[in-house]
């Protein structure tokens, strides 16, 4: 009889996240029988990143010092290293750390005892290794796992998020101010930003089926800029938003532009400015599914 295939493996590597990805991970099926899983700590029980692996998913930010070694010895005996989702991108969750206060009051615990050492601030990965592929979303969805693993240069999807929600923008429906994530009775099939919530997926890269906005919850761009500003400096994407509620709202230009920069927002939207690099080249979008 012939021999079982032998299916290419892939490992896990969680720094400091949720671990939310890796649940849209197991959420999807198509891998099962093209990949083997043999380490995610999660649920596979093994300590290190086999070193027969080809392909390394990375999610969560550097936060500290252990997750600048784990990070460093798996990328070594890989042959592909892909970012996924904000934290490993941007720092996501873990960048809140970065408040002065935070991290003022952190070190100042003679208690904490047994941790690895803070690093400074909370970094993306690629501020460390080189990554040969970047999946965005928090967390990615596992259709988005699917194309990153299997097929990605096959893989259609919109340039943004309005590309996929199918909700109608409309010209006589112009709301006066915003109403808050929370508040509102929302319409189905109509814009959002036609009934006053401030969404951004007019702006955002699409791919993620929009399945915030369908059901009608507004975007608020984790999956990052669209291809027409990953390259541009995060002013530009300011003023693009700011441009689509001038032309479909009578909401004044300072009330949208507070919001865009309120802490609500700012968990994902702090992103917009790494895609220009930090210091470092810019994230080529050909690189970013």
């Not at 692996?53 to 892909?82: K, M, W």
């Not at 100042?108 to 979303?137: N, T």
């Not at 230009?253 to 802490?263: G, K």
Request: with cysteine; glycine share 8%.
């Amino acid at each position: 009889m012939p021999g079982k295939p032998t299916l290419p493996k892939f490992a896990v590597l969680q720094l400091s996240g949720c671990a939310g990805c890796e649940v849209s991970l197991i959420n999807a099926s198509e891998w099962v029988d093209q990949y083997q899983l043999v380490y995610m700590p999660l649920v596979v029980s093994t300590h290190a990143v086999p070193e027969d692996t080809e392909v390394l998913l990375v999610s969560g930010g550097v936060r500290n010092d252990e997750d600048v070694y784990n990070l460093r010895r798996a990328v070594q005996i890989v042959e592909r290293v892909i970012a996924v989702g904000t934290c490993a991108i941007s720092g996501g969750v873990a960048n809140l750390g970065d408040r002065d206060d935070v991290r003022a009051m952190f070190m100042a615990e003679e208690q904490r005892h047994h941790l690895p050492h803070l690093l400074p601030k909370s970094r993306p990965i690629d501020a460390f290794v080189d990554v040969d592929l970047y999946l965005p979303g928090c967390p990615p969805t596992p259709e988005l796992f699917m194309a990153a693993l299997i097929d990605p240069e096959n893989y259609q999807a919109s340039g943004i998020v309005c590309g996929e929600c199918g909700r109608k923008k409309l010209k006589d429906m112009r709301p006066k101010h915003l109403v808050g994530f929370q508040k509102g009775e929302v319409l189905p099939d109509i814009c959002l930003i036609n009934q006053g919530y401030l969404c951004v997926g007019s702006s955002v890269r699409g791919g993620c089926r929009a399945i915030c906005t369908r059901p009608g919850h507004p975007c608020v761009g984790c999956r990052g800029p669209s291809d027409a500003y990953i390259e541009k400096e995060s002013q530009v994407w300011f003023d693009r938003v700011q441009s689509v509620f001038e032309r479909l709202t009578d909401i004044p230009p300072e009330e949208i532009r507070a919001a865009l920069h309120s802490p609500q927002l700012s968990l994902f939207l702090f992103q917009f400015t790494d895609y220009m690099g930090g210091g470092r080249p810019p994230r080529p979008k050909e690189k970013v599914l």
